[in-house]
């Protein structure tokens, strides 16, 4: 089973958890999900669900870092940028159903999972004074 978000992953923001907690569902549920039971247009929908969530998620994890200047908001962005990219390149190829629910699972975790573990964790780290600018700009971590 993949990562389930939990309490150390916190940003102490609550609306930022909770999307976070429902980005680690979403990766799951499409991990979870039998190919041979789901069609291709309700796997290209679930997909398209997934991806504008979290495009919004994207928009407001931005506002917060603008809100307490964190100083690789910059950086950040351009991470979202990249995973936005390349999920925006998968959708416009056409796939078979095994290989668009491959590449979901692939999206989603190498994409989502390990930036929020790696990169977003980073902000709170930042917020708390567990790390300073120097070092993350040094990249340090
Ligand atoms: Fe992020």
Redesign the pocket.
């Known amino acids: 089973m993949a990562t389930q978000w939990k309490e150390s992953f916190t940003l102490h923001h609550d609306r930022i958890d909770a999307q976070h907690t429902e980005l680690f569902r979403l990766a799951n549920f499409v991990e979870s999900l039998d190919p041979r039971s789901i069609t291709k247009l309700e796997l290209s929908a679930l997909f398209k669900e997934f991806f504008d969530y979290m495009q919004e998620h994207?928009k407001e994890?931005e506002a917060y870092m603008a809100s307490i200047e964190y100083p690789l908001l910059q950086d950040?962005q351009k991470?979202?940028q990249e995973i936005i990219d390349s999920i925006t390149n998968l959708l416009r190829e056409k796939r078979s159903i095994q290989e668009l629910q491959h590449a979901m699972k692939d999206a989603s975790h190498k994409w989502l999972v390990e930036?929020?573990l790696h990169?977003?964790l980073k902000?709170e780290k930042w917020r708390k004074g567990n790390i300073v600018t120097s070092d993350i700009q040094q990249n340090l971590l």
């Open positions: 994207f994890e950040h991470l979202h930036h929020i990169n977003d902000i």
